[in-house]
Each structure stands twice: as structure tokens, then as C-alpha cells.
């Protein structure tokens, strides 16, 4: 299986930005598709972006428009930028991949965002 290591995480306040990396211990381009969850407490895990092998995205409506899901396939790297965030936001972020679409079947630890307002 694949490694996947979150780091970015913090504390932000609102309107701030963070951009959260994800380092794989082999080339993501073995994958299907990788993507971004969250579970913010009391809440359900939650996918929030996802890339495909080919480069098409996707977002949850949540975060349409402040969030980019971008991948440096050389470097193994896939990448969260967050602009705009908001309280709404806190969560623990988790990267992971999917040998086939829609079955995620690698998990990082997950890092922890917490937007303050």
C-alpha cells in the first residue's frame, strides 16, 4: 500500500488561507483519482475535492471556489490550497487515494485545520 503524510495544518483565522500537502511514498499516478476528505466533530467525513489520473476535479459545493486540488506528479506531491476559510472549515483534513474511482482505498493520518472567527 501507499503511504500517504498530510502536513499544512493549523490555526487560521477567517479569510485566511492554508495550503495543505500531501507527500505519497510512490508515484499518485498509480491511482485512479486522489482526493481530499474532512470530518469536522459531529459531523460525518465529508469528501471535499478529488482529482482524477487525467486531471479532471471535483468539489464538494462547500467549498467551490476557495478550494484548488493540484498534484506535482513528479514529486509524488498532491496539494489543497484553501483561501477564503472560514469557522465552517474546521475539520481534520485526510488525503487519500483510490485505485479505483470512487473506492478510496489509502488514508493519510489526517492534519488538523481550525479556522478561528
Known amino acids: 500500500q501507499v503511504q500517504l503524510v498530510e502536513s499544512g495544518g493549523g490555526l487560521v483565522q477567517a479569510g485566511g488561507s492554508l495550503r495543505l500537502s500531501c507527500a505519497a511514498s510512490?508515484?499518485?499516478?498509480?491511482?485512479?483519482?486522489m482526493g481530499w476528505h474532512r470530518q469536522a466533530l459531529g459531523k460525518q467525513r465529508e469528501l471535499v475535492a478529488t482529482?482524477?489520473?487525467?486531471?479532471?476535479?471535483n468539489y464538494a459545493n462547500s467549498v467551490k471556489g476557495r478550494f484548488t486540488i493540484s498534484r506535482d506528479n513528479a514529486k509524488n506531491m498532491v496539494y489543497l490550497q484553501m483561501n477564503s476559510l472560514k469557522p465552517e472549515d474546521t475539520a481534520v483534513y485526510y488525503c487519500?487515494?483510490?485505485?479505483?474511482?470512487?473506492?478510496?482505498?489509502?488514508w493519510g493520518q489526517g492534519t488538523q485545520v481550525t479556522v478561528s472567527s
Open positions: 510512490r508515484s499518485i499516478l498509480g491511482f485512479n483519482a
Open positions: 482529482m482524477t489520473r487525467g486531471g479532471n476535479t
Open positions: 487519500s487515494a483510490a485505485g479505483v474511482v470512487t473506492i478510496w482505498t489509502d
